[in-house]
């Protein structure tokens, strides 16, 4: 030890790395978000998509198909993979991403149409990034109840005592309940946003039932008429209560799931699969709550 003496330990600090040194506001984002496609396809791909609706297919460098999607403009979905933010997407989003090498378009004269596209080509391609509608799916439920002011939301094979139910789906009921789950949330919650959304619920992970602390007049009766088919009634009323949402992010994810929403209830319409409705299954019971969960260990993730 070396009395009187002040020793500095390591190299010292260049002036413009010093901390107390005044640094640009436009500067003040040291590592910028990653941008893959657009490093790949360029900014003049993004500026030149077209608006219509239509099926996008990212491919990789040996043009694999990866994913399908379908989008009601296919500017505004594309667009919203500029930026891989990885706060803002899930891991598996991620990897997609830093995979694609080119992305192909087909654009179709409305959105239903672009659904039906989809479709024949998810089950024909099977993307590994696909999840739903690839395989034909065992037929589920959206099933909810209320528990005094809570509403609880969950997915079911066979609805148990005590539980309303919609259906049946596909795997495609995954998405359409964590859609369902965060516009919820938006419309109770519009002030905070997604700050204050229980944790997951941003990227899928809904856990096995889903709770919403709510005052039931009302929101009941927008619910009955959502599965009656009154897409448009609950498009506006979402509306209306998200109004005062603050972050573009938000406003972004809350137009992305009313699109999942609308999309799944179309589908719902159209569907031909040979499922059997409540009606039809005179030989299935309803189970009691505690045995008709099979997926409580799972975590349902969005792709």
């Not at 939301?153 to 539980?163: D, K, R, S, V």
């Not at 919650?189 to 959304?197: F, K, L």
């Not at 799944?264 to 499922?275: C, E, G, H, V």
């Amino acid at each position: 030890m070396v009395r009187g003496r002040k020793l500095t330990v390591g190299l010292p600090l260049a002036g413009s790395l010093a901390l107390n040194c005044l640094v640009p506001a436009s500067q003040t984002l040291l590592f910028l978000d990653p941008r893959p496609l657009v490093e790949r396809l360029g900014e003049e791909f993004f500026r030149q998509l077209p608006a219509q609706p239509g099926v996008y297919l990212m491919r990789d460098a040996v043009e694999v198909v990866l994913y399908v999607g379908k989008a009601k403009s296919l500017r505004h979905r594309l667009n919203s993979y500029r930026v891989a933010n990885p706060d803002r997407m899930g891991r598996r989003h991620l990897r997609l991403l830093r995979q694609v090498v080119r992305i192909e378009l087909l654009e179709c004269v409305d959105e239903l149409a672009a659904l039906a596209r989809e479709a024949e080509l998810l089950r024909a391609l099977k993307p590994k990034f696909n999840r739903a509608g690839v395989w034909p799916a065992t037929p589920r439920f959206l099933v909810w109840r209320w528990t005094g002011q809570t509403l609880e939301l969950a997915i079911t094979e066979t609805p148990a005592i005590g539980w309303q139910d919609f259906g049946p789906f596909g795997g495609g009921v995954v998405y359409l309940r964590a859609a369902l789950v965060r516009l919820l949330w938006y419309a109770l919650n519009p002030v905070s946003g997604s700050t204050g959304m229980p944790h997951g619920w941003l990227h899928g992970r809904i856990g096995s039932i889903a709770t919403l602390a709510v005052n039931q007049s009302g929101l009941d009766l927008v619910l009955m008429k959502l599965f009656e088919g009154d897409t448009d009634g609950f498009v506006a009323w979402i509306g209306e209560r998200t109004n005062s949402l603050a972050h573009a992010y938000d406003v972004e994810m809350r137009d992305a799931d009313l699109e999942t929403v609308t999309r799944s209830m179309q589908a719902k319409a159209r569907r031909t699969l040979p499922f059997a409705t409540p009606d039809q299954r005179a030989g299935a019971t309803r189970k009691e709550p505690d045995a008709m969960f099979p997926f409580l260990g799972e975590d349902w993730l969005q792709p």
